[in-house]
């Protein structure tokens, strides 16, 4: 069963192996049935899921619903047309099989949602002229995650991946004394997070910098309203990050390698005024603290919402 926009239901139900829907004895609006041979081959499948998404885009469009969200980082504020590079436009004409005349939402990663018409599709250039630009709300917290990268790659990954999807402004990966990661992909992980911004409608793309070595990082000057370090030792008086979060307030939370911070880094991070915080009992591998992190924070300020 499909569910088709209401002018194309007629010319949908022309077409062999489709009946209409019937519901004590009426036909239902905007719903065709097909039959089996109507989808046996890739094509003919190809043509039903088109029929679905077409309704589900205009049920979107009229409840301002963004059902996909792209990332064009160079958009003038002002900018009245948009050109994509060929990888998007690929994207956007094969994969999502978009054609002249549909709607596309694209931000630029500081906050802009731009709603946008396709002028022209090709797997090489696509080209959407702007139709509304708005300014969408920041997160009402300032979060940066200072964390050292683990020993293995795809676990830090993971933390840049769902740390940008709950809510995260800047992460600095850090150089520790224990560290068994020294070098990482910038490119790449850049490209995890941009996808991850798309993936969960944000609208902010979060500063990644480059890495530094952890006493370098304590050199900079650091503005936010609570700096926190985690780590091991329990001789050290901790206080809950829950019982820190404060509407409007800017963290910087430091989270150490797989080895923990040295006695060292700890102490120096002390005289500069970071306080030591505690996540709980339990002891956490370096990726699932700073994610413990990032959601305390964001659901302290109500800001996850499930999509």
């Not at 978009?98 to 090489?124: A, M, R, V, W, Y």
């Not at 020294?182 to 480059?210: F, G, H, T, W």
């Not at 009992?281 to 996850?304: H, N, Q």
Request: contains cysteine; glycine residues 4%; charged residues 25%.
């Amino acid at each position: 069963m499909v569910r088709v926009v209401s002018e194309k239901t007629e010319a949908a139900l022309a077409q062999v192996h489709r009946y209409p829907v019937y519901c004590k004895g009426k036909p239902m609006k905007e719903f065709i049935f097909v039959h089996s041979p109507g989808f046996d081959t890739e094509e003919k499948l190809q043509r039903c899921l088109e029929l679905g998404i077409a309704h589900l885009e205009r049920k979107a469009t009229e409840k301002k619903i963004i059902v996909n969200l792209f990332y064009q980082q160079d958009i003038r504020p002002n900018a009245s047309q948009i050109n994509f590079d060929k990888e998007e436009s690929r994207h956007i004409n094969k994969v999502l099989r978009k054609k002249e005349g549909d709607l596309l939402h694209i931000t630029n990663g500081n906050g802009q949602l731009f709603t946008t018409e396709i002028l022209s599709s090709s797997p090489k250039n696509c080209i959407a002229t702007v139709l509304n630009i708005e300014l969408k709300k920041p997160l009402p917290y300032s979060l940066h995650m200072a964390v050292a990268p683990t020993k293995l790659n795809d676990r830090f990954e993971w933390f840049l991946e769902k740390a940008t999807e709950m809510g995260i402004t800047e992460i600095t990966p850090i150089i520790c004394d224990h560290s068994e990661r020294k070098v990482i992909k910038k490119e790449r992980y850049e490209k995890i997070i941009v996808s991850a911004m798309k993936q969960s409608l944000s609208c902010y793309l979060p500063k990644l910098n480059d890495a530094i070595p952890f006493s370098k990082f304590l050199e900079l000057p650091h503005s936010e309203n609570f700096k926190g370090i985690a780590h091991c030792d329990d001789d050290v008086s901790k206080v809950h990050l829950k019982n820190v979060v404060n509407p409007g307030s800017s963290y910087l939370i430091l989270i150490g390698p797989e080895g923990d911070f040295s006695k060292t880094e700890v102490k120096n991070a002390s005289k500069l005024g970071f306080k030591a915080i505690s996540l709980g009992d339990r002891r956490l591998r370096t990726e699932t603290a700073a994610i413990a992190v990032t959601g305390i924070i964001a659901f302290s300020f109500d800001s996850l919402a499930v999509i």
